[in-house]
C-alpha cells in the first residue's frame, strides 16, 4: 500500500492528516510470519534459532535483497498427552 498526502506511513502503522492513529492494516513490506521486513519477498532461508522463555526466534536471510534477520514467536502451552502407561 502506498502512502498519499493525506496519509504518513509509519511502519505498519498510519496517522491522518490530523495526526489521528488509523486502524492497522497489513503491508507485505511490514514484514511477518516468512515475509522479509526490508523488500516483502517470501525466499527467505533459515538457519539457527533460539529459545528466550516462552519465546523463540529463528535467524533468517533473504534471498532477493540479502538482509538477514531474525522472526520471533511467542509460544504457549495448550495441552499435555499421554503417550504410553
Known amino acids: 500500500m ?6 504518513e506511513v509509519l511502519g505498519a502503522y498510519f496517522k ?3 495526526g489521528n492513529n488509523l486502524e ?3 503491508d507485505k513490506k511490514a514484514g511477518g ?3 522479509c521486513p ?3 519477498s517470501v525466499l527467505l532461508d533459515y538457519g539457527d534459532d533460539e529459545l528466550v522463555d516462552n519465546d523463540i526466534s529463528y535467524e533468517f536471510t533473504c534471498g532477493d ?3 538477514m ?3 520471533w514467536y511467542h509460544m504457549e502451552w495448550i495441552e499435555s498427552e ?3 502407561e
Do not use: F, R, T
Open 16 to 18: 491522518d492528516a490530523e
Open 65 to 67: 535483497c540479502g538482509a
Open 82 to 84: 499421554v503417550l504410553s
Open 38 to 40: 526490508k523488500c516483502g
Open 2 to 7: 502506498q502512502a498519499d498526502e493525506k496519509n
Open 24 to 26: 492497522c492494516v497489513p
Open 33 to 35: 510470519p516468512g515475509i
Open 69 to 71: 534477520g531474525k522472526e
